[in-house]
């Protein structure tokens, strides 16, 4: 069979390739047509093998993050909801500051990934003991169950800034809320500082 590379190419009639995560070969039959296989029929001749190059779409990006910027005194010995009261980005109404400005709500079910952090402005109290601590810690709530999902604390230094961040991964359900909780035990009141923009609380849907 006399095959020309130059006539197969103005010839090719390429077929709806496969799955665009295996292989395909390039099969050309008797009268010149080119068509793409997994593998060619037993009276045509493969001329080439390649992966294919089929554009994947991308995931939309499916999430929010939100800020404070107004200060949140925290008392001593009090579990405090952390409110936030501006949105960087939603890209599907996960906050609703009408309804809660404390929360971000799932808008779909799946595995989000969550991340949270928080500024102190540890004023000098003066009388604070060596095993003074701040606490942060962030919690799921559904319609029958609230759950802390990661925490984190650290030692009080008096009269200096600190700032606390953790994250969690967890699969939610649409309606599924997520709050950051603060507390702190070292006899006085404290203050989440806003001023920097750091107090944030975050989560971004990875997928079903």
């Known amino acids: 069979m006399r095959c020309a590379t130059g006539l197969l190419l103005a010839l090719v009639t390429v077929a709806a390739l496969p799955d665009p995560a295996r292989a395909i070969v390039l099969c050309a039959k008797k009268k010149g047509a080119v068509v793409a296989r997994e593998a060619c029929k037993p009276k045509e001749t493969a001329i080439d093998v390649t992966p294919t190059t089929l554009p994947v779409t991308p995931q939309p990006a499916v999430g929010a993050r939100v800020i404070t910027t107004i200060d949140v005194s925290v008392p001593y010995n009090t579990v405090v909801d952390v409110p936030f009261n501006e949105a960087v980005f939603d890209t599907d109404g996960f906050f609703k500051p009408a309804i809660s400005n404390t929360a971000l709500v799932a808008s779909r079910p799946g595995v989000y990934t969550i991340s949270a952090s928080v500024e102190w402005n540890r004023v000098t109290l003066g009388s604070v003991g060596p095993a003074a601590r701040t606490f ?73």
């Open 136 to 208: 942060v810690t962030i919690e799921q709530r559904t319609p029958t169950l609230r759950q802390t999902l990661a925490a984190v604390n650290s030692p009080y230094q008096d009269g200096q800034f600190g700032s606390q961040s953790l994250s969690a991964v967890a699969r939610l359900d649409a309606g599924d809320s997520i709050r950051v909780r603060v507390y702190q035990d070292t006899g006085g009141t404290l203050t989440v500082w806003a001023t920097d923009r750091f107090t944030s609380l975050a989560m971004v849907w990875n997928g079903p």
